[in-house]
Each structure stands twice: as C-alpha cells, then as structure tokens.
C-alpha cells in the first residue's frame, strides 16, 4: 500500500497528532512517555522531561477530540468543547504583529505542554480561519479513522487508501447485496 502525501505544512501537525493512534494495527503512541517525547520532538513542540500519566491522558484527549472534529457527525460539538477547553486552559490567544506574518498565537500556560498545544491549536484555529483544513479528512472506515489529506480535485475522498479501506468498504457493501439477493 502507498500512502497518500503528508499534508502540508503546517496541517502535518494536526495530521501526525490524529495518527499517534492507528486503529488498525492497535498502536498508541501516547501510552507510555516516550512516544509523546518522540512526537513532540518530531514536530519541534516543547514537551515536559518526564511526561506524567496526566500529561500522556491530556494528549490523548486533546488528539480524540481533534479526530472527532476532523470526522464530523454527532460527537463535532462535544469534541469542539474539548478543543476549547484547552484553549481557555492554556490563555491561547492571538497577538497582532506589525509586520509578516502579522499575527501569532501566544498561550499564558505555565508548562512545556500548554505551550505545545497553544501551538496545536494555534494551527487548528488559522487553518479553520483560512480554509485549509476543509482538506484534511479522517478516513470513513470506522475501523480506521486516519486522518489524511485530500488532494483530491473536487476534496471529495471518503477513504485513507481507497486500494486499502475504500476496497474493504466496497467488497462488503457488495457481499451486503448479494446476502440480500440470495434471502429474496
């Protein structure tokens, strides 16, 4: 299977914090510190030396509530109301500059932590602001949720990998039709 590009910069932050848990291969990267350290790191973000089990739990509900978001439906509201929790948590606010880029987020939290998710949503607010984020998708899989990015011309993908999860949901739509044929 080949995977779709990364988003671009800087959607490859919110992308890579949806894709610390993939579903299907049961992965979390979040369950011990070290894969927050690595996360982190990777994506140039402060993190605290030694994350606590608080810190890995915070992330992970900051990550949930960011997929949700991504994927719509029901659970938007409550997950937008996590997302906004945190950002009144970490005082994230803009700040005007007066030259390029003209403006910033900036967080009053006191921790290594608040300041890389003031960053996280930082790019979540500009991105809902500009437009960009209408692109970056989780897969319609239920059983995958990976957030992607839709380059398609039209943005109207429903799948990570359609060779992947659009042909598992297609093969059972079709067994879903002939079962019904057969019980006719």
């Given at each position: 299977m080949t995977p779709r590009p990364a988003a671009p910069p800087p959607l490859t932050v919110l992308q890579s914090l949806v894709n610390t848990r993939e579903l299907l291969e049961d992965r979390d990267d979040f369950t011990a510190p070290a894969g927050l350290l690595a996360w982190t790191e990777a994506q140039g973000l402060p993190c605290p030396a030694r994350?606590?089990?608080?810190?890995?739990?915070?992330?992970?509900?900051?990550r949930e509530a960011l997929r949700q978001l991504l994927h719509g439906g029901e659970g938007a509201p409550a997950a937008a109301a996590v997302l906004n929790g945190e950002l009144a948590r970490t005082g994230?606010?803009?700040?005007?500059?007066?030259?390029?880029?003209?403006?910033?987020?900036?967080?009053?939290?006191?921790?290594?932590?608040?300041?890389?998710?003031?960053?996280?949503?930082?790019?979540?607010?500009?991105a809902r602001l500009d437009g960009s984020l209408a692109r970056l998708k989780i897969c319609g899989a239920e059983d995958?949720?990976?957030?992607?990015?839709?380059?398609?011309?039209?943005?109207?993908?429903?799948?990570?990998?359609?060779?992947?999860?659009?042909?598992?949901?297609?093969m059972r739509a079709y067994r879903a039709r002939r079962a019904a044929a057969t019980t006719s």
């Open positions: 994350p606590s089990e608080a810190d890995l739990t915070r992330m992970s509900r900051v994230t606010r803009p700040l005007l500059q007066a030259g390029p880029p003209g403006a910033e987020f900036v967080g009053d939290g006191a921790t290594a932590l608040d300041t890389a998710i003031t960053r996280v949503l930082a790019t979540l607010v500009t995958c949720l990976w957030a992607y990015y839709d380059r398609s011309p039209n943005a109207v993908s429903r799948w990570c990998e359609t060779s992947v999860c659009g042909a598992r949901h297609k």
